[in-house]
């Protein structure tokens, strides 16, 4: 997989573009979260490895196709990577879920680590770790660090939005970590925040704000 790959799916450019405005809802942004996260999904699932089964149809036996390997682990990074989470198991619900809980300091920017709870058996196990916002790349670059800790061997990371800021930083302290997101966008603020981003993804998801 490349560093980073930009879903330019029609569908997927429509719906952020929705989520983007100001004016849409709450449950409208939830309702497009879920939609978007799923054909995200579609797309960061694209190179796992396959092996057969041998089944019966109604007609005649074949070696089907089947996913390969032990169950993905999906990790959100508290606490918008849930709504993430939430579309992208509705496409892979079989994959086991783990949360690392980080926020950000809003004076230093840096992550501080709140809780971490992952499933077993990492190391074997393609590892999706979600948040919905790739910005200055701080929380994402330490949850990637603890869940290598944690030993996780192939990570890949899915966002909704990047700053080159993030991406460059991922890249340096995680080459062997794919990025997919919807957009890579113009910039960071001085807050931190992606420009022109969406605000405030963890508000905007659960109404906080
Ligand atoms: N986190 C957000 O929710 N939005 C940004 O623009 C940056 C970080």
Known sequence: MDHLTVVD??????KLTLMRQQETSTSEFRQLLR???????YEVTRDLAMTTKRITTPVQEMDAPV?????????????AGNGLLDGVLELIPSARVGFVGL????????????YFKVPEALDERVVIAVDPMLATGNSSVAAIDMLKEAGAKNIIFLCLLASPEGVAR??????DVPVVTASMDESLNEHGYIVPGLGDAGDRMFGTK
Do not use: F
């Open 9 to 14: 799916h029609p569908l997927v450019q429509h």
């Open 35 to 41: 939609e978007i996260s799923q054909l995200l999904a």
């Open 67 to 79: 996913l390969a390997g032990k169950k993905l682990a999906l990790i959100s990074i508290l606490r």
């Open 103 to 114: 926020y950000r300091d809003e004076e230093t920017l840096q992550p501080v680590k709140y």
């Open 170 to 175: 991922m890249k340096d302290a995680h080459p």
